[in-house]
Structures are given as C-alpha cells and as structure tokens.
C-alpha cells in the first residue's frame, strides 16, 4: 500500500481497496486521515501487525496551547478481513467510539478480545471469526446493546458464554462454533463445576484403585498356586 495517503491525502473520507492484490503492511500513517469515515482493505494479501497508531494521541500545536486530538475520531466502519494480518488486537482500537463496523475475520490474529471492548457502545456488526483468538468472551462485552450481528466462530475461545443483556438475544450456535473450550447455550456443551471436577477426580482414583486391585488379584493367584504346589512337592 501507498504509504503517502495518509500524508497526501488528508482530507479523504472513504478509503475503500477491497479486492485486490495489495501486499505489505498496512502504513501507520493511515492514522492520519482524520476525516475518514469508511476503511475497507478487505480480500487483499496485507500481512503484519493492525497499526498500533490506532491506540495514539497526535500532539497538535493551537497557538501557544498544545492539544491532544485522537486520531480516526469519526471512523464507523473498518474492514480488514480476509487478509493475513497478525498479532493481537490493539487494546486502544476501543476509543474508537464512532465505530459502528469491525471486521477483523479470517486473519492470523491471535491473544485476547480487549477486556475494555464495552467502551465501543456504538458497535453493531463485530466479526472477529477464523481466527486464533483465545481466553474467554469478555463478560462487559454484553453491554453492548447495538451489537449485531456478531461472529466469534473458528477460533480458541474457552469459558463459558455471557448470557446477561444482549448476548440473552444471541440464540444462533453458529456465532460461537468451533470454539471447543465454549460452554452453555446455545451451546449444546454444559459448563463444568468445581463439585463436577471433584466428581470426576473421585471416579478417576476409584477406577484407580480399582485396577490396582484387580493387578494384584491377579498376581496374587498364580503365586499362591505356585507356592500350595511348592509345599506339596517338598512334602513329597
């Protein structure tokens, strides 16, 4: 990608190159574009880290002050989906409070959802399937009341799902599939206890013990045998 759009072209407000060939990274100075609305770089071949520019403050000189404006401030839609970009996503991707689309599926993207994801209150559509996110759903996340749709599918999600506020709507499976470690509904996988582990761990050293039994049963037949056949013949 061009890395002067961002310099060049300040005053753009859709910057849409979905569906093409473009290689590299995606250029920090994206982050410059205060006016854009729409980012779609989706279906492309852009590889490395989301820009960490998202999480900055740009220093601007005002007469003798000095301000700090957020960069991105009116962003509602961002597309990176389907490409093979990496990394965790950028904690600071949630001051974004305009943003009302985030597309993040089939990448590469690995580590948490943000904790502080509640802070998108204006987030409709959300999709961070396909890929090799893990650790919980986070439970603030629920308080998102626009949300949806939503897909966290196809990745290593664990623990079980929020059922409180919006995710109470949530009643479609395919939004949470192929994520093993999930649990409750609409699930078919019930969540474990700790009274359920104990369960477990109880049967697990009864079964034990119970084969040790069986071992020694079993050895101790034979030589018994042995040892009546031996004071026979000695008696002989």
């Known amino acids: 990608m061009p890395k002067w759009i961002g310099e060049r072209m300040t005053s753009l407000g859709h910057l849409r190159l979905r569906g093409n060939l473009l290689t590299g990274d995606i250029p920090e100075k994206l982050c410059w574009l205060s006016y854009l ?6 279906l492309n071949n852009l590889s490395g880290f989301i820009p960490q520019c998202l999480e900055q403050m740009e220093l601007v000189m005002k007469g003798r002050h000095m301000e700090f404006e957020r960069l991105l401030p009116i962003v509602n839609l961002i597309n990176l989906s389907s490409n093979n970009l990496w990394g965790e996503i950028p904690d600071g991707i949630t001051d974004l409070s305009t943003l009302g689309t985030l597309n993040l599926s089939r990448n590469q993207l690995t580590g948490k959802i943000p904790k502080n994801i ?23 996340m629920s308080s998102i009341n626009s949300l949806s749709p939503l897909n966290l599918s196809h990745n290593l ?31 078919s996988t019930k969540c474990s206890t700790p009274n359920d ?15 040790w039994f069986f071992i020694s049963m079993g050895m101790g037949f034979p030589l018994g045998f042995l040892a009546v056949c031996g004071s026979l013949a000695l008696k002989k």
Do not use: V
């Open 157 to 187: 999600l664990l623990g079980p799902i929020p059922t409180t506020n919006r995710f109470s709507t949530f009643n479609d499976p395919s939004i949470y599939e192929a994520n093993l470690g999930l649990c409750r509904l609409p699930l």
């Open 37 to 42: 609305h729409i980012l779609d770089l989706a």
């Open 118 to 140: 509640r802070a998108m209150q204006g987030l409709e559509t959300f999709d961070l399937s396909c890929n090799h996110l893990l650790g919980p759903i986070p439970p603030s």
């Open 197 to 211: 582990q104990k369960h477990k761990n109880d049967q697990d050293e009864d079964g034990w013990h119970m084969t």
